[in-house]
């Protein structure tokens, strides 16, 4: 919000856009955006320890990471995300998933309601929008 106008209005933001920019500050350094992207790394590496604790996962297994803030070129987030998981399981396996995180989504759900197919894989990332739908 512009504070400064009596009639303050939301400021439209893309968060893609302010995602692919910390990403890029990281880069070069900027030490707030370091901080930021240390704070959501260890919060999000904290939730995964919690699931695979909860689901009793023993170790070693493959944690496969995914989604559009992944697919940015640096690499600064995954391995701040590495080294909080394997903190707690070090054994683990980390892999940068290629396909969207909606497509294991579907497959869960298909699984849940008895639903098999061979190709249902390939059908599923054939009826995926562009890649640039997902882009971060």
């Known amino acids: 919000y512009n504070q400064n106008s ?3 209005k939301p400021i439209q933001v893309h968060e893609g856009k302010i995602v692919r ?3 890029d500050a990281s880069e070069k ?7 930021i992207l240390e704070q959501h ?3 999000l590496a904290e939730i995964a320890v919690v699931a695979a604790r909860k689901v009793k996962l023993e170790s070693p297994f493959t944690l496969a990471l995914s989604g559009g803030v992944l697919k940015h070129p640096s690499r600064i987030f995954k391995d701040l995300i590495a080294k909080y ?3 707690s399981f ?3 396996t980390l892999i940068i998933s290629q ?3 909606v497509l294991g989504a579907l497959i869960f759900a298909f699984e849940a309601l008895g ?3 061979e190709n249902i894989i390939e059908r599923l990332e054939n009826s995926l929008p562009p890649a640039t739908f997902f882009e971060t």
């Open 6 to 8: 009596m009639n303050a």
């Open 90 to 92: 070090p054994e683990t």
């Open 115 to 117: 639903i098999r197919s």
């Open 99 to 101: 396909r969207e995180p």
């Open 41 to 43: 790394a260890k919060g």
């Open 21 to 23: 920019a910390l990403l």
């Open 29 to 35: 350094q900027d030490t707030i955006a370091l901080e």
């Open 85 to 87: 998981f394997l903190a």
